[in-house]
């Protein structure tokens, strides 16, 4: 199975391919900030991609270039100043 392949959608201020990237237009953004990514094991994980801004998943920080987090039902996730609730359904 080839990553690239892999059901994926990024996040951030700047513009995307439809269906596969989401715009936030918050000055608070990076403009690549995040990707989530459906594993193997059908869990999405939740991957830091701005060297500058931080991902906040429940109170704690993702940072660039660590390993993607496992998205569980309830999540919060903050993209500066965007909150998400991550909906498993």
Do not use: C, K
Request: proline content about 8%; hydrophobic content about 35%; glycine content about 8%.
């Amino acid at each position: 199975d080839n990553p690239a392949e892999r059901p994926s959608v990024t996040f951030g201020r700047g513009e995307g391919p439809p269906y596969r990237h989401v715009q936030l237009r918050a000055p608070t953004v990076s403009r690549l900030h995040a990707r989530i990514v459906l594993s193997d094991a059908g869990v999405w994980t939740l991957e830091n991609l701005s060297t500058t801004n931080p991902i906040i998943l429940n109170g704690t920080e993702l940072v660039a270039g660590s390993s993607p987090a496992a998205l569980a039902d309830g999540d919060r996730i903050e993209m500066g100043e965007i909150v998400f609730r991550y909906r498993h359904r």
